[in-house]
C-alpha cells in the first residue's frame, strides 16, 4: 500500500501564495495522473488540478492562470503553487494519484484564506 502525506497548508491573506506538496513512500510504479482536489465545508469534494505523467496539466476553471501544478517522477511527488489566493479557496487539500489498478488518497491538508 502506498501512503501520500501532504505538507505545506496553512493560514494566509488573500492574495497570498501558498505551495502544497505530496509525497508518496514509494515508487508507484506504471502510467497514471497526480492530482489535487479540495472540499470545503458543506460542499462536494472538487478537482483542482492534474498532471500526467508526463508532465501534461489540466486546471479547473476556477483556479487557472493562479495555481500551478507539477511532478517529479523520480522524486515521487506532486506539488501544486497556489498563488493569487482567495478566500474561496479556502479548503481541505487532497492528493491523489491514480492509475488502472490503484487510486491512492493523501490525508488532506488545511488552507485557510482570510479576507
Known amino acids: 500500500q502506498v501512503q501520500l502525506v501532504e505538507s505545506g497548508g496553512g493560514l494566509v491573506q488573500a492574495g497570498g501564495s501558498l505551495g502544497l506538496s505530496c509525497a508518496a513512500s514509494?515508487?508507484?510504479?506504471?502510467?497514471?495522473?497526480g492530482g489535487w482536489y479540495r472540499q470545503a465545508p458543506g460542499k462536494q469534494r472538487e478537482l483542482v488540478a492534474t498532471?500526467?505523467?508526463?508532465?501534461?496539466?489540466s486546471y479547473a476553471d476556477s483556479v487557472k492562470g493562479r495555481f500551478t501544478i507539477s511532478r517529479d517522477n523520480a522524486k515521487n511527488t506532486v506539488n501544486l503553487q497556489m498563488n493569487s489566493l482567495k478566500p474561496e479557496d479556502t479548503a481541505v487539500y487532497y492528493c491523489?494519484?491514480?492509475?488502472?489498478?490503484?487510486?491512492?488518497w493523501g490525508q488532506g491538508t488545511q488552507v485557510t484564506v482570510s479576507s
Open positions: 498532471i500526467t505523467r508526463d508532465g501534461t496539466p
Open positions: 491523489n494519484v491514480q492509475g488502472i489498478a490503484y487510486n491512492y
Open positions: 514509494r515508487r508507484i510504479f506504471g502510467n497514471n495522473v
